[in-house]
């Protein structure tokens, strides 16, 4: 098994031709597994559909070419700033049509993926610590799927349900996005053993922000009806010549961090700074956030006081730290990383070609 990847411009929310000609120079019948994890251009108002769109074209495409069966889409919304409108791409390909020998242990650690997920998950458990509980199960699942072990996982990408504002049945608890994210990151954190699962209370989720993971990243939305997970990780013998590695930031301006991430990978900067071998990385994928108050590093923003979602405040100004740092735009960048870091932290993950 080996893993590819590109990262595929679009020109529209429904703009899937990149990707479609990609996958035209693979082995369709050999793949076992395709994810695509995408960034629209959206307004992130509630009459957005751009999302939509883009769901559309991906499952016709996959339908086209063989894939639903076998293809994962989870996308997200939002490309303020720099922030390109645009896709990341990852197929997991068998090495031949015949080839059942055992990964060799001795090679080396490689990137190796998983996905699972869970059936439409109840209406009555959306928002509590139930689908805490679902979510950690899913998860556990993409990690066996991936043939990793919990310690060798460096990224889990989850998503998991609310429900729509306007449902008869919705509260704050059930609806709000901020609520959704901490359960997905909560019940990855279970599963990959970095959250204790007695610590958590129905109050605590989005409050106790001591309780946090260091491998996840959790979205969520009102459009799907299941626990869909992604895992990442690097595994004797896997093959290819990807590697995946993460690290905590300690707030939105932490390039610091990011530097040390990069520079343990082998990757090499100037005398003045500026990433000599930026092309080597594939993929860099993060989530941002703002302590509570609204302050960074001492002086007050207006990202929780102003007229514009506080998403789209950390989204744009992340865009501006990860492009000037990078050198181009192959980053995926979401706000609200709660439970996911310590508070105003964040999380990111490098897909690097070695």
């Keep these: 098994m080996t893993v590819q990847t590109t990262?595929?411009?679009?020109?529209?929310?429904?703009?899937?031709?990149?990707?479609?000609?990609?996958?035209?120079?693979?082995?369709?019948?050999?793949?076992?597994?395709?994810?695509?994890?995408?960034?629209?251009?959206?307004?992130?108002?509630?009459n957005d559909f751009s999302r939509d769109l883009l769901k559309l074209?991906?499952?016709?495409?996959?339908?086209?070419?063989?894939?639903?069966?076998?293809?994962?889409?989870?996308?997200a919304i939002g490309s303020e700033g720099v922030g390109s409108p645009k896709g990341f791409a990852f197929a997991e390909i068998d090495s031949s049509e015949t080839d059942v020998e055992p990964a060799d242990e001795r090679a080396p650690a490689r990137l190796a993926m998983g996905t699972a997920y869970s059936a439409h998950v109840p209406i009555a458990d959306i928002g509590t610590l139930r689908l805490v509980d679902r979510v950690a199960e899913?998860?556990?699942?993409?990690?066996?799927?991936?043939?990793l072990t919990p310690d060798q996982v460096e990224f889990?990408?989850?998503?998991s349900p609310t429900l729509p504002a306007r449902h008869a049945a919705a509260t704050p608890r059930n609806s709000l996005l901020h609520r959704g994210r901490a359960i997905s990151a909560l019940g990855g954190g279970v599963a990959l053993g970095e959250v204790d699962r007695s610590r958590l209370t129905e109050d605590n989720i989005t409050e106790d922000l001591s309780i946090y993971t260091r491998h996840v990243q959790g979205i969520a939305g009102a459009e799907i009806r299941r626990i869909e997970a992604v895992v990442m990780g690097n595994r004797p013998g896997a093959g290819g010549?990807?590697?995946?590695?993460?690290?905590?930031?300690?707030?939105?301006?932490?390039?610091?961090?990011?530097?040390?991430?990069?520079?343990?990978?082998?990757?090499?900067?100037?005398?003045?700074?500026?990433?000599?071998d930026g092309d080597r990385i594939e993929a860099l994928i993060a989530k941002m956030m703002v302590t509570e108050d609204g302050l960074v590093r001492g002086s007050r923003t207006t990202v929780y006081t102003s007229g514009w979602a506080p998403e789209?405040?950390?989204?744009?100004a992340a865009s501006g730290v990860l492009g000037s740092l990078l050198g181009h735009l192959r980053?995926?960048?979401?706000?609200?990383?709660?439970?996911?870091?310590?508070?105003?932290?964040?999380?990111?993950?490098?897909?690097v070609r070695c």
């Design 7 to 46: 990262c595929f411009d679009m020109a529209g929310a429904g703009d899937v031709s990149q990707l479609d000609e990609w996958l035209n120079t693979l082995p369709l019948a050999r793949i076992r597994r395709l994810v695509v994890l995408a960034k629209t251009e959206g307004h992130h108002a509630p």
């Design 57 to 75: 074209k991906l499952d016709q495409l996959f339908e086209q070419t063989g894939l639903s069966n076998r293809a994962l889409s989870m996308l």
């Design 138 to 147: 899913c998860a556990r699942e993409a990690i066996v799927d991936a043939g």
């Design 156 to 159: 889990l990408f989850i998503k």
């Design 241 to 276: 010549n990807l590697q995946i590695a993460s690290t905590h930031t300690r707030d939105l301006l932490d390039q610091r961090s990011l530097r040390a991430l990069m520079s343990r990978q082998g990757l090499r900067f100037d005398e003045f700074g500026e990433l000599v």
């Design 312 to 316: 789209s405040h950390i989204r744009a």
């Design 331 to 351: 980053f995926f960048v979401s706000a609200d990383s709660v439970h996911q870091a310590p508070p105003g932290g964040g999380m990111a993950a490098i897909v």
